[in-house]
C-alpha cells in the first residue's frame, strides 16, 4: 500500500526553465510533508519542508506547495540548474509518529 | 566530517548467512532511524530509536530482522538467514530529537544476497 506516490520516475529539462516534481498521498493524517534529494552512492539530503497548514513554501530557487484537498503536493525548482540532477523522494510525517513514509522517487536530469 | 557514516558501503553475502551493518549517527543526535530502498522502491521504514525509550520496530519485514543501539549512540542491524528478497540499500539517518526534526542520512549499505 503506497501511501505517497510519485507517479513520475523520470523527468527532464533544460537549463534554466522550470522543474515541476509531484507527488500524491493517501493517507490524510499525513500533516508535514518533506523532500529531499539523493545522489548517486549518497544519502538522502533535506531539501525543503511544508507543514499541513501551510500552501506554499519557498527557498531560494526551491518552492513547495500543498493542496490538502486534493492530497497533492509538487515542488519547483527555478531556474534549474545542472547540479540539480538528482533522484527527488516526497516524505511525509503522521501525527506524532517521528518515521517518515517515503515515494518511490522522481530522477530529474537538467540538460545543457 | 561529522555526519552520519554507515559500514560496510558494501556488502555481498549468500543466501542463509547473517549479516551486521553499522551506523554511527551524528554526535549528540538522540534519534536513529533505519530504512531500506530496494530496486524501484521508495524508502521503506524498519525500525526508529528514540533515547532511552523502547524502540519502534514497526516496519521490520520479519524476525529475521533485529536492531540494537548501545549507549545511545552506534547501532548495529543484524539480518539472519539472509534471503534474496532482503538484497536493497540500507540507509540510517539520525535526528537531533523526535518527531519533525530533520533526518540526516548516511550514505547507506548496499547489501547484496546471492
Known amino acids: 500500500d503506497q501511501q505517497v506516490k510519485q507517479n513520475s520516475p523520470s523527468l527532464s529539462v533544460q537549463e534554466g526553465r522550470i522543474s515541476i516534481l509531484n507527488c500524491d498521498y493517501t493517507?490524510?493524517?499525513?500533516?508535514?510533508f518533506l523532500w529531499y534529494k539523493k545522489y548517486p552512492a549518497e544519502g538522502p539530503t533535506f531539501l525543503i519542508s511544508?507543514?499541513?497548514?501551510?500552501d506554499k513554501n519557498e527557498d531560494g530557487r526551491f518552492t513547495v506547495f500543498l493542496n490538502k484537498s486534493a492530497k497533492h503536493l509538487s515542488l519547483h525548482i527555478v531556474p534549474s540548474q545542472p547540479g540539480d540532477s538528482a533522484v527527488y523522494f516526497c516524505?511525509?510525517?503522521?501525527?506524532?509518529?517521528?518515521?517518515?513514509?517515503f515515494g518511490t522517487g522522481t530522477r530529474l536530469q537538467v540538460t545543457l | 566530517g561529522a555526519g552520519v557514516s554507515q559500514s560496510p558501503s558494501n556488502k555481498v553475502t549468500e543466501k542463509g548467512k547473517d549479516v551486521e551493518l553499522r551506523c554511527d549517527p551524528i554526535?549528540?543526535?538522540?534519534?536513529l532511524y533505519w530504512y531500506r530502498q530496494s530496486l524501484g522502491q521508495g524508502l521503506e521504514f524498519l525500525i526508529y530509536?528514540?533515547?532511552?525509550?523502547?524502540?519502534?520496530k514497526s516496519g521490520l519485514p520479519s524476525d529475521r530482522f533485529s536492531a540494537e543501539r548501545t549507549g545511545g549512540s552506534v547501532s548495529t542491524l543484524t539480518i539472519q538467514r539472509t534471503q534474496q528478497e532482503d538484497s536493497a540499500v540500507y540507509l540510517c539517518?539520525?535526528?537531533?530529537?523526535?518527531?519533525?526534526?530533520?533526518?540526516?542520512f548516511g550514505p547507506g549499505t548496499r547489501l547484496t544476497v546471492l
Open positions: 539517518a539520525s535526528s537531533s530529537t523526535s518527531g519533525r526534526n530533520t533526518q540526516y
Open positions: 493517507n490524510s493524517m499525513f500533516d508535514y
Open positions: 511544508i507543514s499541513s497548514i501551510k
Open positions: 516524505a511525509a510525517f503522521t501525527g506524532t509518529a517521528s518515521k517518515l513514509t
Open positions: 554526535s549528540g543526535h538522540t534519534a
Open positions: 530509536f528514540q533515547g532511552n525509550s523502547a524502540p519502534d
